[in-house]
Nanobody
Framework: QVQLAESGGGSVQPGSSLTLSCAAS????????MGWFRQAPGKERKWVAS????????YYADSVKDRFTISRDNAKNTALLEMASLHPEDTAVYYC?????????????????????WGQGTQVTVSS
């Protein structure tokens, strides 16, 4: 059974940086794209970023472009989300997800329907 475990969340001040990590196991990690989503209190879960199977192509929501960086280490079965210049609006539970697809070139990785496994989430709180 696919296992995804996020870590690295916490409480930080506006303008700070934070890196989330997603450890994957029980499947061929390097064959599939990965994504990060977030859910703010009282709101629907939203797509944040995705990365193709080989790590060469990344996709970002407009709200995080130029501040967040998604990456992966296929040798370590790990996906990362580096977050910089955090805003209070970035406060949310962050989830990593395994895509059914290998690349966003042939699938819309913004859609939750393209993912078939999810982690438990990690809380990120940005507040002064």
């Amino acid at each position: 059974q696919v296992q995804l475990a996020e870590s690295g969340g916490g409480s930080v001040q506006p303008g700070s940086s934070l890196t989330l990590s997603c450890a994957a196991s029980e499947y061929s990690f390097s064959n599939y794209a990965m994504g990060w989503f977030r859910q703010a209190p009282g709101k629907e879960r939203k797509w944040v970023a995705s990365i193709d199977w080989d790590g060469h192509t990344a996709y970002y929501a407009d709200s995080v472009k130029d501040r967040f960086t998604i990456s992966r280490d296929n040798a370590k079965n790990t996906a990362l989300l580096e977050m910089a210049s955090l805003h209070p609006e970035d406060t949310a539970v962050y989830y990593c997800a395994k895509s059914r697809r290998s690349t966003g070139r042939t699938a819309d990785l913004r859609s939750e329907a393209q993912y078939d496994a999810w982690g438990q989430g990690t809380q990120v709180t940005v507040s002064s």
